[in-house]
């Protein structure tokens, strides 16, 4: 498959000079980024943020369980 993207002029001289340092060719570069970048965002993307693992909620918040008086029964639904 072949993908073209617009670069900005920063980045693409930033990765033409990290392929030269490597002495591989650019498209290798490009495609070694993109791997690491899959392999590395399923393993974190299946964990919760630190911000909600640390959250404590609000003390005076009511439960939720506290509403369901309020709730109607559910309809019977007509067959036919």
């Known amino acids: ?17 990290q392929a030269e ?6 498209s290798t570069l490009i495609l070694q980024v993109l791997r690491h970048r ?5 393993i974190s993307s299946c964990q919760w943020p630190e911000a909600i693992l640390s959250y404590q909620g ?7 369980e506290s509403y ?6 559910p ?3 007509e067959l036919f």
């Open 21 to 26: 340092q490597s002495n591989i060719p650019l």
């Open 58 to 64: 609000v003390w005076d918040f009511p439960a939720f």
């Open 1 to 17: 498959m072949q993908i073209t993207i617009n670069l900005p002029p920063d980045l693409e001289q930033d990765l033409i000079r």
């Open 38 to 42: 899959i392999e590395t965002s399923t």
């Open 75 to 77: 309809r019977e639904q």
């Open 68 to 73: 369901r008086d309020e709730l109607l029964p």
